[in-house]
């Protein structure tokens, strides 16, 4: 099973930027599709975008427009581009490499379906405040 390590989290004020990172322990080339998740204090973890290992990508509504995710399977890596950033996107932000359909991943992740969809990171923290 795939280890993941994310990077990249911090505080930032409303309207910054900030770039996630992903790194695998191995090969994601296998991994159908790879995915960000985020847990806000108090909320179920939820689907923030997905991307396809041929480069399709999956964006929620809320980040449309302000998020780009994309991989490099050669380097085994994950990227979240996130500008715009609002308070609201506070939270811990998780990498997730499976082999669940990019429109079939789930928006809401109950804890006992965590490991069905896949290998995760430990999350790192992102918080957008003045």
């Known amino acids: 099973q795939v280890q993941l390590v994310e990077s990249g989290g911090g505080l930032v004020q409303p309207g910054g930027s900030l770039r996630l990172s992903c790194a695998a322990s191995?090969?994601?080339?296998?991994?159908?599709?790879m995915a960000w998740y985020r847990q806000a204090p108090g909320e179920s973890r939820e689907l923030v975008a997905g991307?396809?290992?041929?480069?399709?990508?999956l964006y929620v509504d809320a980040v449309k427009g302000r998020f780009t995710i994309s991989r490099d399977n050669a380097k085994n890596t994950m990227d979240l581009q996130m500008s715009g950033l609002k308070p609201e996107d506070t939270a811990v932000y998780y990498c997730l490499a499976g082999f669940t359909a990019l429109n079939r991943l789930p928006q809401v992740v109950h804890p006992l379906g965590l490991q069905d969809l896949g290998s995760w990171g430990q999350g790192t923290q992102v918080t957008v405040s003045s």
């Open positions: 991307i396809h290992s041929g480069g399709r990508t």
């Open positions: 191995g090969s994601i080339s296998n991994f159908y599709t």
